[in-house]
């Protein structure tokens, strides 16, 4: 029978962790330091904004992590459950690298200590023999590493005793009440050394795959000891600044000896902060590591974990080597910064999942800890301007991490067994805009482009879907369609699956739009349905687009299935693609100007074609034809005024021609890549077809031909 894995309580498996890890180096070798440079009131200012970000940041830790059952990983966890594995791992890896990085930090301060009482010592290679002790505590298991913080609890508790029983008030105390910065330092040079000393609330989360009961422990557990060390920090800054000189506090780094009434504890107490913390981030950073190796955002062997409690040996070897690295640094006032950059990435993220999974109001999002989401964006804020103000620099690596760390996940195209909050942010944002957009004034000078695509063939409709795309030139959206005919029963499952291949298609090429296929009894029923169906609210088609060559142009219901869009306010264009290589083409896009309607729609597509890259080298001219030269001089005036109006740099033409306009179009623009012109209502009830007096038209024309009808004269 397989023994079972040992789970911890809110004391030992959230706050013990926690506490220690926040009282640590700083606490005994900074603190005195950062009252000396900054005086009283700036070490507290310090003190307000440091714990500030990380009280917010714990309450948004606690709404998290009462709402999802927390697992191993602890903060990238909750993150990557939220806002996907891409986001969670972007910040899982500098979370992890923060937390090994930390072991490092904590074992050079408890190094540095042990200097104080033998100067001679080699630290280089006592820091790496420390580490390796404290590797071999965690090799052991996590139940020894909680087993072993109550002993350096205690002890610490007996070395803050003895220190604040010493209190006493020196004379001229008021002088360390202002800052006195020594060269090279500010406010914000020495809040970056003194912001790791809050950096202890993800280490009871990180242990969240160990906890017997995570939802409750990790609020609990995580707010107390934020509580606990904000009054022990505030206390101490006090008592150094009402006994100590000045000089002494930035001088003498264990400044806390001299008010002991028994100096020694000081020492046991930074040595048992020291190794605590250091063991407390070994034993979270292989977790984190874990984690992300179980979700294959790094390889997956790391995940391997061993005994019943799934211990995570291979990554602690890797932690450790980092660790090892930094060790061989050895500068505590080099580790600190970046130790802050990290862990403010971290902390902003996990308040921007709170945020976010407040605001947009998923159902799914049942917290029993409930925080305001504008707290959580406070805080959020806050962590990301931190890093601005602290080193602009290190902010820009970090965050170039965290970017390319994300475009190597996303472009992996994980497909996770989870749900995250992104479709429930987009759902929100989307209703919001579309209810903003349905109460607005609609008017012709917003006009865009939303296309209804009439596909009858994925493949052969290729051309159809690539000017369909250059109309809507990212400016609107479009409808990818297609008409089953038949009745639901025999018919829903090809339904579902070209359902399918078109938003695999529309992914694969991350087009801006939408399928829609619908099941009809005939042509006409289909476009009504798709025109009523598709869209919501003020987001729905205005163009109906299908290909000149389509069965549905033969249809008997095409003409009256035409109308009926017009007067559903939808436009129409059939497109004829070309039939020459473009490169044999002018590059040139001609629009026929004929009825005002018909006109300005066509220069707006013209326009909206040119937008694309493959079109921004072609020239849009506006030809108009007239009978003779008499009329060409008032021609010419109109033609002024349109372009004056249209506000788009055009070549305006007159053609000059008897012959019928369909011939004097054929001659003109026989070359050109791109033509669009108007068509009359008319011509779609003739007597040998729809559109059949254009037929001679699309055989001459050697580029691509979109004949165009306005649905605002259903007259012409």
């Known amino acids: 029978m397989a023994k079972e894995a040992q789970k911890f309580g809110t004391f030992g498996g959230v706050f013990v962790p926690n506490i220690l890890t926040i009282l640590g180096v700083i606490l005994f070798l900074r603190a005195g330091w950062v009252v000396g440079n900054a005086g009283l009131s700036g070490a507290v200012a310090m003190l307000l904004l440091a714990n500030g970000v990380t009280f917010l940041s714990a309450l948004s830790l606690s709404a998290i992590a009462t709402n999802t059952k927390a697992q191993g990983g602890g903060a990238y966890f909750l993150i990557s459950r939220s806002l996907g594995l891409e986001f969670g791992g972007s910040i899982g890896l500098p979370l992890y690298l923060a937390q090994s990085i930390s072991v490092a930090f904590y074992v050079v301060g408890f190094t540095e200590s042990v200097q104080f009482l033998y100067p001679a010592l080699d630290t280089r ?19 020894v590493a909680v087993k072993a913080q109550y002993l350096i609890l205690a002890t610490l508790a007996v070395s803050l005793v003895c220190f604040f029983a010493g209190f006493r008030v020196i004379e001229g105390w008021e002088g360390n009440l202002e800052p006195a910065y020594t060269e090279g330092h500010s406010f914000w040079t020495v809040f970056a050394i003194f912001f790791p000393a809050v950096t202890g609330i993800m280490s009871g989360v990180s242990m969240s795959g160990d906890l017997k009961n995570p939802t409750r422990a990790i609020p609990k557990g995580t707010l107390w000891a934020v509580g606990v060390a904000f009054v022990i920090y505030l206390s101490q800054l006090v008592w150094m600044a009402a006994g100590l000189e000045r000089g002494e506090l930035v001088e003498n780094k264990l400044a806390m000896q001299t008010l002991s009434i028994w100096p020694p504890t000081i020492i046991a107490g930074l040595w048992a902060a020291t190794l605590s913390s250091a063991l407390a981030s070994l034993v979270a950073a292989p977790r984190t590591l874990q984690a992300l190796a179980k979700d294959r955002v790094l390889p997956r062997f790391l995940a391997k974990g061993h005994g019943p409690s799934k211990e995570p040996r291979l990554a602690l070897i890797l932690s450790a080597l980092v660790a090892l690295v930094c060790v061989w640094a050895g500068d505590l006032n080099m580790i600190a910064p970046l130790i802050s950059m990290f862990f403010l990435a971290t902390y902003g993220a996990v308040n921007l999942v709170a945020a976010l999974e407040s605001w947009t109001g998923n159902p799914t999002y049942r917290p029993t800890f409930r925080v305001h989401w504008l707290i959580s964006l406070v805080g959020a804020t806050a962590c990301f301007g931190i890093m601005l103000l602290l080193d602009p620099l290190a902010t820009a690596l970090a965050v170039i991490l965290i970017v390319v760390t994300y475009i190597v996940l996303t472009r992996r195209s994980y ?26 004034r609609l008017h012709q000078r917003n006009w865009r482009p939303a296309i209804l695509l009439l596909m009858s063939n994925l493949k052969e409709n290729s051309q159809l879907l690539r000017f369909g795309r250059y109309l809507e030139a990212n400016k609107g959206v ?43 009894r005939d042509f006409e029923q289909g476009i009504t349905s798709l025109l009523q169906g598709a869209g919501l609210g003020n987001l729905q088609p205005n163009t109906l687009m299908i290909e000149w060559g389509s069965g549905w142009l033969r249809d008997n219901d095409f003409p009256r299935t035409v109308h009926q869009a017009l007067e559903m306010e939808t436009n129409l264009i059939v497109y004829s693609k070309a039939k020459r290589p473009e490169a044999q083409l002018y590059s040139v896009i001609d629009v026929w100007w004929s009825a005002r309607a018909n006109g300005t729609m066509m220069i707006t597509l013209a326009h909206l074609m040119q937008s694309n890259r493959a079109w921004r080298d072609a020239r849009i001219r506006i030809l108009r034809i007239i009978r003779d030269e008499s009329g060409r001089q008032a021609a010419e005036e109109g033609m002024k005024e349109l372009m004056k109006d249209s506000r788009i740099e055009v070549e305006p033409v007159i053609v000059v021609s008897e012959e019928p306009p369909l011939m004097a179009i054929a001659k003109e623009s026989q070359l050109s890549t791109a033509t669009f012109v108007g068509v009359s209502v008319r011509t779609l009830e003739e007597a040998a077809g729809p559109l059949s007096s254009y037929e001679p038209l699309v055989s001459k024309i050697q580029g691509h031909l979109f004949l165009a009808k306005n649905w605002h004269d259903l007259e012409l």
């Open 415 to 440: 497909r996770t067994a989870w749900g995250d909050m992104r479709s429930g942010f987009w759902f929100a944002v989307a209703r919001m805009g579309l209810l903003k957009l349905y109460k607005s």
């Open 478 to 520: 479009l409808f990818l369609s297609h008409i089953i005919l038949g009745d639901w029963k025999t018919s829903a499952d090809r339904q579902k699956a070209l359902t399918r291949q078109i938003d695999d298609r529309i992914r694969e090429e991350r087009m801006s739009a939408f399928s829609k296929v619908v099941i009809a």
């Open 125 to 143: 290679l006592f820091s790496l023999g420390t580490l390796a002790v404290i590797f071999l505590v965690a090799w052991i298991g996590a139940s």
